[in-house]
């Protein structure tokens, strides 16, 4: 019996490699075996099984800067698949950078200059360079500002030795800018009375004869300006000097007309540079992230544009680059270029 069983396996087993022509594939087939998989091959990208959840990191809410984001925000919440984003209040530049570097934001504003000093590693980040930190597009302008009062003496920066002097608040990507326009003229807070105050408390202390100068880093006839020259005779310092506009590039001498506030009867020279919105590469955005949110965002500029007066005249498609002078995000370069923008090569990384 056993011996049977034997025999009877064999035979089986003969019969069903014959049907099956020896290796698995069926007889007389012209086909190939299907291929294995690579398992090398990365699998390809499908929809994010979960919302993809950023923050975009504007400034307080009394200037351009908050609405734009706010808008810009449910702009890519609405048109980029997989990606909700949420405009936030915050301190602006310092507190922005800070929070792209350390991955807590998906995007963010800041002044060009600050981002410049932070992804370089000079002035407050020497040492620490943010090397991270990505551009992405261009926005609203930024104008460095110095009041006086008219009978003050005071006619040029250089005039300020000795003086106390708002320097914005403590930390702040204004105060950073200030330092840099005072030692272009060789001063620096051993040669000057530096008084830490924000645009409202600043312009205040002015107006009440409590300070000889405050610095601004913010829109020409903000509400804070506006009031101050309106409230006393207030006027602009000129800020002419070649070695400023030379050590920091990203400003670029702009002239206010006469007549732009009160009591100012001259036109005046300040600087002017830009605002930025930022990414870094630890935000957890991939590139072709970056690219959707970059093209939701200028294809659909009629949807956030009306945000405020100064989004709506400046931000605009032909200066979409004005004022970089770190690295874009590849995603951002990848947008622009389809579009026919031409990336110089220094902003290519």
Request: glycine share 10%.
């Amino acid at each position: 019996m056993k011996r049977f069983l034997t025999v009877f396996l064999s035979v089986a087993m003969v019969l069903t490699l014959a049907a099956c022509g020896g290796g698995g594939q069926p007889q007389n087939s012209s086909s190939p075996a299907p291929a294995a998989p690579d398992a090398s091959a990365p699998a390809p990208e499908g929809p994010r099984a979960e919302t993809l959840r950023i923050t975009i990191g504007t400034a307080g809410t009394s200037g351009a800067l908050y609405p734009m984001g706010v808008a810009m925000a449910e702009t890519i919440t609405k048109h980029v698949e997989g990606v909700s984003a949420t405009g936030e209040a915050t301190a602006a530049s310092i507190e922005n950078l800070r929070n792209l570097h350390e991955g807590k934001m998906g995007m963010a504003i800041s002044q060009t200059e600050v981002a410049s000093f932070a992804y370089n590693g000079t002035g407050a980040y020497e040492g620490n360079a943010y090397t991270d930190i990505r551009a992405m597009y261009a926005t609203i302008n930024n104008y460095l500002q110095v009041f006086t009062l008219k009978n003050s003496g005071i006619q040029s920066i250089a005039d300020l030795e000795g003086k106390t002097v708002s320097m914005g608040s403590a930390g702040s990507g204004g105060e950073l800018a200030a330092r840099a326009m005072l030692s272009a003229y060789g001063l620096d807070y051993t040669k000057v009375n530096a008084q830490f105050m924000g645009e409202s408390d600043g312009a205040a202390a002015l107006s009440d004869g409590k300070i000889d100068a405050m610095i601004a880093t913010h829109p020409i006839n903000s509400a804070a300006l506006t009031e101050l020259t309106t409230s006393c005779e207030a006027v602009l310092v000129p800020i002419e000097s070649e070695e400023f506009y030379k050590l920091y590039p990203a400003y670029v001498p702009y002239t206010v007309p006469a007549g732009t506030y009160p009591h100012n009867d001259t036109d005046v020279v300040i600087p002017r540079s830009r605002i930025i919105m930022c990414t870094s590469t630890n935000s957890g955005l991939t590139d072709d992230d970056i690219y959707e949110i970059t093209k939701a965002v200028w294809e659909n500029r009629d949807e956030w544009a009306s945000s405020a007066k100064a989004v709506e005249t400046q931000v605009v498609w032909e200066d979409v680059l004005v004022g970089i002078d770190i690295p874009l995000h590849p995603g951002a370069i990848r947008y622009l270029e389809e579009k026919g923008v031409k990336v110089p090569d220094n902003l290519k990384g």
